[in-house]
Structure formats: C-alpha cells, structure tokens
C-alpha cells in the first residue's frame, strides 16, 4: 500500500460516518432532491394553472366594469408639435399599438404595447420600447378629452394637451 493510499483509507475510517452510512446518506440526499425536483415541477405547473385560471376569470371582468376599445380610435394619427417633433400613434383591433417619435427627421422614440380605455381614459402597457427609457411593462394612462371621426385631443401624463390627426394612407396620384 502506498502512502497516499493509507492516508485515504485511515481518513475513511477515522471520518465521522462509516463508509457504507456515508454511501447510504448521498443516495438518500440525491433520492429527496429528485423527490424536490418533482415536487417542484408539480408547483410551478400547478402555478402556471393557476395564473391562467385567474387570468381567464378576470378578463370578463375587466371588460364587464367598462374596459374596452373604443372603435373611433383604431386607425393611424399623427402629432405635430413643430417642424422638429412629430409623434405618430397607430391604434389596432386587436389591442396592439406602436408609437414613434420623430425629432428633426429621426426616429427618437419607439415604442409598442397594448392599449384600453375605459370611460374618458386611454390605457397603455409597454412591451417594447427602444431605446430603453422607461421599463417594458409600464403601464400609463391619458385622459381623453374629445374624439372625433378625424382627430382626438388627449390629456397626457405629462399634463401636456396633443391634438391627434387622423393621417390617413397615402394613395398616388394617377
């Protein structure tokens, strides 16, 4: 027996558990952490049932308490501060929205989401934005304080008041 070899096998000895307790206590640990494993697995699905339970039970809802779209929204409107700055919004059916604004030319700000109203409110959730200013999934919320067929007047969180053209399609002159 060589000297490393006595070292080890004395260490084995003289170590707090025997050998054989120590070989039963690993495959024990590795039997419970398998045990954890599934039981962790069964709780992130049971969790993910239960957001979507909770999701589908509340989306009734929220449309039932006055959440919704309204219509004369959908389309493409324009912003126009000054030669120098213009915001574009475009409103969909589906919810969706994107938005960009324009300084001298270029695009400063872009972003996309989903959008709501509910009364004289508009509702925003950011999920994308770029560059990154402000974090995706922001939520925001503007007071609507007249729609008609070609503009809407809004009240921003900025407390700044933006009138809306509708800028319709471009069709080429024939």
């Not at 200013?133 to 919320?141: M, T």
Request: charged letters at 30%; one cysteine or more.
């Amino acid at each position: 027996m060589m000297r490393g070899e006595f070292t080890r096998a004395t260490e084995l000895r003289t170590s707090v558990r025997p050998y054989y307790l120590t070989r039963a206590c690993r495959l024990h640990d590795v039997l419970v952490s398998l045990s954890a494993g599934r039981i962790i697995a069964v709780a992130k699905n049971t969790m993910k049932l239960l957001v979507l339970a909770v999701l589908l039970v509340l989306a009734p809802i929220a449309r039932s308490e006055g959440y919704g779209r309204d219509a004369r929204l959908i389309g493409h409107w324009q912003y126009v501060e000054n030669a120098e700055l213009i915001s574009e919004m475009t409103f969909r059916e589906d919810g969706t929205f994107d938005a960009r604004v324009m300084k001298k030319g270029n695009v400063d700000v872009s972003v996309e989401g989903k959008w709501l109203t509910r009364g004289k409110f508009l509702y925003y959730l950011y999920t994308k934005i770029s560059p990154p200013r402000v974090p995706v999934g922001r939520r925001d919320k503007d007071t609507i304080v007249e729609i008609e067929k070609d503009y809407f007047v809004l009240v921003s969180v900025d407390h700044r008041v933006r009138k809306y053209v509708k800028d319709e399609p471009k069709v080429p002159a024939k």
